[in-house]
């Protein structure tokens, strides 16, 4: 177990114009990411998975390009909170330390999200549920207090398609008020932190969704609830395109007094000229405080690198939608910054993945069977979380008999080619159809009837064959 470092001088906190700009003179053009959107008091940031830290390839381009880092998966729900009031921070204080070592702020991500709960919370309703949602989010905060620039308070809560509504969730049945309790939740528990409402297929305004949300902030910012911040995830592709309305988007949300962070950014295919157009959205709009990437190199996407949807090709060159987003930065016209704020000391060690649900498709809730758990053993099952033209996410649920769990694998067979792009929560092998998962080293006891969950994005066609699981 590594050992939480020292945060040193390093600026964690406060608007982002308290970022420190690079000390070339303002006319030069910067030669990385981070240092070109600094000159206009932007970040420029990415998402890192503590399992690849170890990655030199990796760790080189994200500490020499970026200014902020977002744990991709390692801060959400089923990671920090495995069983009910036992919370585990490894793998969200790897990363957390890392970025803070090399200078870098950190955005959280994320606090209450209908989606990637453990086995326990998806138990709940009602006030359980509710009390859970509070008590998770004052659990984390309370851990990383002082030392989180932006929350991603709720994620995801609005219903694809043309209602505007809120989407179905177990959190959404505990009363219309959840949210807004979560944001004053978080805001008593690090008055500090930017809190932040993000989602998907909200970039284009004339989207009923992007409506929807506009509305409950606007709601928000009226009656004084307490929300700083809407982050726009960006993941473009096909069925979900960049729009010429996005830098409309950005402006009306800017407009009720909130800022705006584009805060999953991929696109799919990786046009150098829709990158640069949503750059150059982002810096028409001052509250536009920032872009973050979500993955390194294509082969760090969660959509597979077959997509080539982000800056850097899986060997780790620049492409060319990279020259054009360091262009745009630097042709930005600069401000002058405010000195960083000096945060307090790093947290504790601790472990866990999950990436986010976003394109287009509403998730299909149908898991692949009812589990039969066989007592002292373990049972699993599998679901479709969300589903796109050629790929799609699924989640796996395993759960423990009438005696506890120390070690499970889950095993099934693909039925029509399928392949795994990326998977988090468990430790996978593949032979030909067959794939075999076992459990990652921190999610391998579960107690009698509780429950844990992996996670897999795939190539071709959604599929939810039968899986088995056993224990030792």
Not at 50 to 58: A, F, N, R, T
Not at 227 to 237: E, P, R, W
Request: proline share 6%.
């Amino acid at each position: 177990m590594r050992r939480a470092l020292a945060v040193g001088a390093l600026g964690v906190l406060g608007a982002v114009t308290a970022f420190a700009a690079a000390s070339a003179p303002a006319d030069a053009a910067a030669s990385t990411l981070g240092a070109a959107a600094a000159q206009s008091g932007r970040y420029f940031g990415t998402a890192i998975a503590s399992g690849k830290l170890g990655d030199s390839q990796y760790t080189t381009i994200a500490n020499r390009e970026f200014n902020m880092v977002t744990a991709e998966n390692e801060m959400k729900i089923d990671a920090t909170e495995p069983n009910r009031g036992q919370f585990n921070f490894s793998a969200g204080d790897r990363v957390y330390n890392w970025a803070v070592q090399n200078g870098k702020r950190v955005r959280g991500h994320t606090l209450a999200w209908y989606s990637q709960q453990p086995g326990w919370m998806q138990s709940l309703s009602g006030s359980s549920l509710r009390q859970a949602m509070i008590d998770h989010i004052n659990g984390v905060m309370s851990h990383y207090k002082g030392k989180i620039a932006y929350w991603d308070v709720v994620n995801e809560a609005f219903a694809d398609g043309n209602s505007g509504g809120r989407r179905d969730s177990n959190l959404q049945r505990t009363g219309n008020d959840w949210i807004e309790v979560a944001f004053r939740t978080a805001r008593n528990a690090d008055p500090a932190a930017k809190l932040c409402y993000n989602d998907y297929n909200i970039d284009n305004w004339s989207w009923a969704k992007t409506q929807g949300v506009y509305n409950m902030v606007k709601d928000f910012k009226q009656r004084g609830v307490p929300i700083d911040c809407v982050g726009l995830q960006s993941h473009f592709n096909s069925q979900s395109a960049y729009n010429s309305n996005y830098r409309t988007t950005i402006s009306s949300f800017a407009a009720l007094g909130v800022d705006v962070a584009i805060t999953e950014l991929d696109i799919q295919g990786g046009s150098a000229q829709t990158y640069a157009n949503v750059t150059n959205d982002c810096l028409a709009v001052s509250r536009c405080v920032g872009i973050t990437v979500w993955g390194v190199r294509d082969s760090d996407s969660w959509l597979g690198a077959n997509t080539s949807p982000l800056l850097f090709d899986t060997s780790g060159n620049k492409k060319a939608a990279y020259t054009s987003v360091l262009n745009a930065l630097n042709a930005a016209p600069p401000v002058s910054p405010s000195p960083p704020v000096s945060p307090s000391a790093s947290p504790s060690d601790s472990p866990s993945p999950t990436p986010p649900v976003s394109p287009s498709q509403s998730p299909s809730q149908s898991p692949s069977q009812s589990p039969s758990t066989e007592p002292g053993g373990c049972s699993a099952t599998m679901r479709t979380v969300n589903s796109w033209p050629g790929g799609f996410q699924s989640e796996v649920t395993v759960q423990a008999g009438s005696a506890p769990v120390n070690g499970w694998t889950v095993k099934w067979t693909w039925p029509g080619g399928q392949s795994i792009s990326s998977l988090w929560n468990g430790q996978q092998s593949v032979s030909g159809s067959s794939v075999t998962v076992r459990n990652a080293p921190y999610n391998g006891s579960i107690a009698s009837g509780a429950s844990t969950t992996l996670g897999f994005t795939a190539n071709g066609s959604a599929a939810t064959p039968s899986v088995t699981c056993s224990s030792p």
